[in-house]
T-cell receptor, first 116, second 115 residues
């Protein structure tokens, strides 16, 4: 079974509007971290935001916020006031506390295109 | 400073060549990673170094040979590669290798083409 699921096809959003990118996860570990990364066409993976499983509040970083619904096992990324530079591939990832070396598991990614 | 640097940015090599990819970080991170990424796919973990020791090898073919000379440097030695090894190779580092906390910071990657 997939641990991180990103099922949306390519997403489109108008500049200055908000957009939500979906991510659901599967784990039986009570301690885990959820991450979102942005990858523009240049290739670099840019860390955006982190949510810990025990965090009481949703994480926010500037225009990025994470809508964390633990019971539903979802960790959706919300980008407010979209900019043309937000056009990129976005990956949701999870790190579980399993063993001495916990790996980062990535979803398949979502391509976001921002229209002017 | 959250910078991970990688050299070279682009590399074209023949199947009989030997080349190396280099990764460097000065954030005091004690875990470093190599990933391979094909176009439009998520990164695939290849190796993890934890406190300069190889801790995870994801069944990577021996034509890829990692090396961690010190806590700031990570190399990936390439020899007798196949065209299907053409990909973006990403290096990453994180503060510690254990536990769910702590993000991984990625370098800009090396685009490798094997001819």
């Amino acid at each position: 079974a997939q641990k991180i699921t990103q099922t949306q096809p390519g997403m489109f959003v108008q500049e200055k509007e908000a957009v939500t990118l979906d991510c659901t996860y599967d784990t039986s570990d009570p301690s885990y971290g959820l991450f979102w990364y942005k990858q523009p066409s240049s290739g670099e993976m840019i860390f955006l935001i982190y949510q810990g499983s025990y965090d009481q509040q949703n994480a926010t970083e500037g225009r990025y916020s994470l809508n964390f619904q633990k019971a539903r096992k979802s960790a959706n990324l919300v980008i407010s006031a979209s900019q043309l530079g937000d056009s990129a591939m976005y990956f949701c990832a999870m790190r579980e506390k399993t063993g001495a070396n916990s790996k980062l598991t990535f979803g398949k990614g979502i391509t976001l295109s921002v229209r002017p | 400073d959250t910078e991970v640097t990688q050299t070279p940015k682009h590399l074209v090599m023949g199947m009989t060549n030997k080349k190396s990819l280099k990764c460097e970080q000065h954030m005091g991170h004690r875990a470093m990673y190599w990933y391979k990424q094909k176009a439009k796919k998520p990164p695939e973990l290849m190796f993890v170094y934890s406190y300069e020791k190889l801790s995870i090898n994801e069944s990577v073919p021996s034509r890829f040979s990692p090396e961690c000379p010190n806590s700031s440097l990570l190399n990936l030695h390439l020899h007798a590669l196949q065209p299907e090894d053409s990909a973006l190779y990403l290096c990453a580092s994180s503060q510690t290798p254990t536990g769910p906390l702590g993000e991984q910071y990625f370098g800009p990657g090396t685009r490798l083409t094997v001819t």
